[in-house]
């Protein structure tokens, strides 16, 4: 089928807009990770979940690629394809709030920024909160999502109550934890690949009014990692870690952790970080109201940089692997990790989770999230990605997971050994849901369907 054939079916069958302008497609031929470059067919902004499920019977009739996107935040060009229609969901951002049950439903193009915005009238906010609030809630209910609270509530995907999608089929569908509750676990941290998010529904919290934040610094990675133990270990009564490791011009590193108390005013509040044992060397705390620190006023959108690309690598160590990773990481990647908060830690308990697709190790209690931030100019990315991708092999050697939404290069062996014991499931839920492989193709590498025998 030629590209002009799609353009035209696609627009005798939907209500929404369809693009096949040279300036649209450009638009979405790369992600923020610019590590990618596809030049779709056609765009289509759907008029609702009709217009989706429409699309997506279209293409799998006829073998046309789709990738649903939000804000484009994926790093593995996960949100475009060679040929196809992206499938951009910005528009579907209605969102309404219901104070009494302490949940907010909305489409997946509502942006975080506006979630928290209308929770916090009813003194409110998600439980996760990601630290760039300009994404759309359906982009990171498929990434997983992980935060600085998480450490208490698990991922973002941990905290839904209940999606609407279309799978690959083209089939409407409402799911959660008790209706189709094998669905429901997969699209949450599926990256797409077996269903679209049409409508979300997520979890809300109180909170109180004032947020300290408590700076802790460290002459060595050895102390802030016992700290960071100490920090989330079960009764915490913290409500927020952010933890960074900077690469500083002199070749020094510098560590450094914000931990963050939601108390009822000022002046009851404690003086020093009121967990016991802590080896750091404290800084005098600061003090904003509550909802100011959770929506984040100065946290600007930050459009990526033409000619630089950003192959950031995340992953889940189990806790006693997270040192050797980190001192290789630092010796290894110096020169790519140079600025402020090129490295980042989310430690946590391996409980706080149990979304399936959102592989962490399950060899110890304990684990670290590591998120490296490089940012690379593009006449250096292939020497980069050679290097990363054995940081990435590393990570895996040691007992370690990939965070999916990020710079993912994987052969058939490595998707084996991320997904453990959940592979066979993965493969057989994408040929049920999308059998003719139209999701996101070219991203996670799949078995053939099993044949069965009829002797």
């Known amino acids: 089928m030629n590209d002009r054939a799609l353009t035209a079916d696609l627009r005798g069958l939907l209500a929404g807009r369809v693009s096949d302008a040279p300036a649209a497609l450009a638009a979405h031929e790369t992600d923020y990770g610019q590590v990618v470059y596809r030049r779709p067919a056609v765009v289509v902004r759907p008029d609702g979940p009709a217009d989706v499920a429409a699309t997506l019977r279209y293409a799998t009739k006829h073998g046309i690629p789709v990738s649903p996107r939000g804000t484009g935040h994926s790093l593995r060009g996960q949100s475009t394809n060679d040929g196809g229609v992206v499938l951009d969901l910005t528009g579907l951002d209605h969102l309404s709030v219901d104070a009494e049950a302490w949940r907010f439903r909305c489409g997946p193009g509502a942006r975080w920024r506006a979630v928290v915005a209308a929770a916090a009238r009813h003194g409110l906010v998600p439980p996760v909160l990601t630290s760039y609030p300009h994404v759309t809630v359906g982009g990171t209910h498929s990434a997983g999502s992980w935060g600085e609270s998480s ?21 409407r569908l409402r799911c959660g934890p008790e209706t189709e509750p ?3 676990g997969h699209v949450l941290g599926g990256m797409g690949q077996f269903a679209v998010i049409t409508e979300v529904e997520h979890r809300l919290r109180a909170y109180r009014p004032i947020a300290r934040t408590y700076p802790l610094h460290y002459r060595t990675v050895e102390e802030m990692l016992a700290d960071l133990r100490r920090l989330v270990a079960p009764g915490t009564p913290l409500n927020s870690l952010e933890s960074t490791i900077e690469a500083a011009p002199d070749g020094t590193w510098r560590h450094r952790v914000l931990a963050t108390l939601e108390v009822d005013d000022a002046e009851s509040a404690p003086p020093r970080c009121p967990v016991a044992g802590l080896v750091a060397r404290q800084g005098p705390p600061s003090d904003q109201p509550t909802a100011t620190f959770l929506a984040r006023p100065r946290a600007g959108e930050v459009p990526p940089v033409p000619g630089v690309a950003q192959p950031w690598v995340v992953t889940y160590l189990p806790w006693s692997r997270a040192r050797v990773f980190l001192s290789v990481c630092r010796r290894r990647l110096h020169g790519l990790l140079a600025g402020a908060d090129a490295m ?22 304990g684990m670290v999230m590591v998120a490296l931030f490089p940012r690379v100019a593009t006449a250096k990315l292939p020497g980069a990605l050679a290097l990363l991708g054995k940081v990435s092999d590393l990570a895996l050697e040691l007992g370690g997971t990939r965070h999916l939404a990020t710079w993912v290069h994987f052969d058939l062996p490595r998707w084996r050994l991320h997904f453990g014991s959940e592979w066979p499931k993965v493969n057989e839920l994408k040929h049920r849901y999308d059998p003719a492989g139209i999701l996101n193709p070219g991203f996670i590498e799949y078995e053939p369907s099993p044949v069965v025998s009829m002797l």
């Open 151 to 171: 450490f208490r509530h698990g991922a973002q995907a941990d905290n839904c109550t209940g999606l609407e999608v279309v799978t690959g089929a083209g089939e």
């Open 182 to 184: 094998e669905l429901f």
């Open 344 to 365: 980042v830690l989310w430690p946590a308990r391996r409980a706080v989770t149990a979304t399936p697709m959102l592989r962490v190790p399950d060899s110890e209690a």
